[in-house]
């Protein structure tokens, strides 16, 4: 009789215990009857978290039953942690792709087909969005992601410091060799001040090569790093630092972004991106932006930011319809136009029209006008691991451990065998 009881005890254990599991997996996405969403970003910090949780707020009163659940990190660490927990089988529902990493993770199997979602939805068109912003996200002719938002890289300039060396302002008809003679006019050893400052890196170079007629891969998807063009356009950026001194090296920087740097008064040209008007908006001088020096032509940045879906997701509906929110909703566009956090990629004049009229900077049309010169990044898998080897030889050559040409010839052989070619 003992023994039957215990063997009845234990079996409801059992079902309590089962039912209990069956529960808290069932509802693991789950908070007060609400669907909850992980998204893991890297473009809000440090600047612009406060404009995300507006976001999201706007987005959860259009959608009660989601909650979504942030997590930040910062660009260099970013891609690092998403990788680890793609491996591990913990991917958010939700996350952040740069147009450069984007064909990378859609072509390993990892994000979610949202072309069904995209059919379905009755309050989203694509034409709402810029159309290259929009297709930059599609794999194989799938939907894999929904473009949030777009930016360029322009030369800013601080006013004051061109006025106190009698230096004429940059122009859009500058040339290397312009900016080069400015810089060397503007730096001011005694007073700590530079000339002029880019980053020494593959996300420079490859719009550098542009602007001299290179590229890294022709249209064909052959490497073609190692040309004329490509040395003449890594010489000018490692010789601004190493010959010319008009630029800080690193140990220069001594760990201070080169913004800060233009903060401080101490930089007179920066090359960065327009996500920077608002952190430059109330700088005790006079600062403006203007397009960029080509050397045989013009070229400038054209860098997307998008949300994808992770396949793993048991929410991929809930996570669509953030994704979709943040890609073309006027709430969200009106926020960042009112933080110049990067730039919304809807086509609406209207909500696009005070962002050219806010000061400074006054020449905020050659954010626009930059466009007509646009240059995207490679698409090719792979693009971190090419990138890394590529901004480590290039430290190789401003360190003078390699010259340029042997960095060039290194990298061509380098990409081979990183892309099996």
Same mark, same amino acid.
């Given at each position: 009789?003992?023994?039957?009881?215990?063997?009845?005890?234990?079996?409801?254990?059992?079902?309590?215990?089962?039912?209990?599991?069956?529960?808290?997996?069932?509802?693991?996405?789950?908070?007060?009857?609400?669907?909850?969403?992980?998204?893991?970003?890297?473009?809000?910090?440090?600047?612009?978290?406060?404009?995300?949780?507006?976001?999201?707020?706007?987005?959860?009163?259009? /959608?009660?039953?989601?909650?979504?659940?942030?997590?930040?990190?910062?660009?260099?660490?970013?891609?690092?942690?998403?990788?680890?927990?793609?491996?591990?089988?913990?991917?958010?529902?939700?996350?952040?792709?740069?147009?450069?990493?984007?064909?990378?993770?859609?072509?390993?199997?990892?994000?979610?087909?949202?072309?069904?979602?995209?059919?379905?939805?009755?309050?989203?068109?694509?034409?709402?969005?810029?159309?290259?912003?929009?297709?930059?996200?599609?794999?194989?002719?799938?939907?894999?992601?929904?473009?949030?938002?777009?930016?360029?890289?322009?030369?800013?300039?601080?006013?004051?410091?061109?006025?106190?060396?009698?230096?004429?302002?940059?122009?859009?008809?500058?040339?290397?060799?312009?900016?080069?003679?400015?810089?060397?006019?503007?730096?001011?050893? /005694?007073?700590?001040?530079?000339?002029?400052?880019?980053?020494?890196?593959?996300?420079?170079?490859?719009?550098?090569?542009?602007?001299?007629?290179?590229?890294?891969?022709?249209?064909?998807?052959?490497?073609?790093? /190692?040309?004329?063009?490509?040395?003449?356009?890594?010489?000018?950026?490692?010789?601004?630092?190493?010959?010319?001194?008009?630029?800080?090296?690193?140990?220069?920087?001594?760990?201070?972004?080169?913004?800060?740097?233009?903060?401080?008064?101490?930089?007179?040209?920066?090359?960065?991106?327009?996500?920077?008007?608002?952190?430059?908006?109330?700088?005790?001088?006079?600062?403006?932006?203007?397009?960029?020096?080509? /050397?045989?032509?013009?070229?400038?940045?054209?860098?997307?930011?998008?949300?994808?879906?992770?396949?793993?997701?048991?929410?991929?509906?809930?996570?669509?319809?953030?994704?979709?929110?943040?890609?073309?909703?006027?709430?969200?566009?009106?926020?960042?136009?009112?933080?110049?956090?990067?730039?919304?990629?809807?086509?609406?004049?209207?909500?696009?029209?005070?962002?050219?009229?806010?000061?400074?900077?006054?020449?905020?049309?050659?954010?626009?006008?930059?466009?007509?010169?646009?240059?995207?990044?490679?698409?090719?898998?792979?693009?971190?691991?090419?990138?890394?080897?590529?901004?480590?030889?290039?430290?190789?050559?401003?360190?003078?451990?390699?010259?340029?040409?042997?960095?060039?010839?290194?990298?061509?052989?380098?990409?081979?065998?990183?892309?099996?070619?």
């Amino acid at each position: 009789m003992k023994s039957t009881r215990m063997l009845v005890l234990s079996i409801i254990a059992l079902l309590v215990f089962s039912l209990v599991g069956c529960s808290s997996s069932t509802n693991s996405d789950k908070a007060d009857g609400k669907t909850v969403i992980n998204y893991f970003s890297f473009s809000a910090t440090p600047d612009h978290e406060t404009q995300l949780k507006e976001m999201i707020k706007a987005f959860e009163a259009k /959608n009660p039953d989601i909650k979504v659940k942030i997590e930040l990190a910062a660009y260099n660490d970013y891609f690092t942690k998403l990788q680890t927990r793609i491996a591990g089988g913990k991917a958010p529902d939700v996350f952040e792709l740069n147009y450069e990493n984007f064909v990378d993770y859609a072509s390993k199997g990892t994000l979610a087909d949202l072309s069904g979602y995209i059919k379905d939805d009755k309050d989203f068109k694509p034409e709402q969005l810029n159309q290259q912003a929009f297709k930059a996200y599609q794999y194989d002719g799938k939907q894999y992601g929904m473009v949030e938002s777009f930016s360029n890289v322009l030369t800013f300039y601080n006013k004051d410091l061109f006025d106190k060396a009698g230096v004429a302002y940059p122009t859009a008809d500058w040339k290397w060799a312009d900016e080069l003679d400015a810089a060397k006019k503007l730096n001011d050893k /005694n007073n700590k001040v530079w000339g002029t400052f880019a980053p020494v890196t593959m996300n420079e170079f490859f719009k550098i090569a542009a602007q001299n007629g290179g590229q890294i891969f022709d249209k064909d998807g052959k490497i073609v790093i /190692n040309s004329p063009e490509n040395l003449e356009a890594l010489n000018y950026m490692v010789d601004k630092v190493t010959k010319d001194k008009v630029s800080p090296s690193s140990a220069d920087l001594s760990g201070q972004s080169p913004e800060d740097l233009f903060k401080s008064g101490k930089l007179a040209i920066l090359h960065t991106g327009i996500w920077m008007f608002d952190a430059f908006k109330d700088l005790p001088f006079n600062w403006d932006v203007q397009l960029e020096a080509g /050397n045989t032509q013009k070229a400038h940045h054209f860098f997307a930011n998008g949300l994808a879906v992770s396949k793993d997701s048991k929410a991929k509906e809930a996570a669509y319809k953030f994704a979709s929110f943040m890609s073309a909703s006027e709430d969200v566009a009106k926020i960042r136009v009112d933080s110049a956090w990067e730039l919304p990629a809807i086509t609406n004049q209207d909500i696009l029209n005070p962002y050219l009229e806010k000061n400074p900077p006054q020449n905020r049309k050659a954010v626009f006008e930059a466009l007509d010169s646009l240059v995207l990044p490679p698409v090719v898998e792979n693009w971190s691991k090419i990138s890394d080897e590529t901004n480590k030889q290039f430290q190789q050559a401003l360190d003078g451990e390699k010259t340029t040409k042997e960095v060039l010839e290194s990298l061509e052989a380098e990409y081979k065998g990183i892309l099996n070619q």
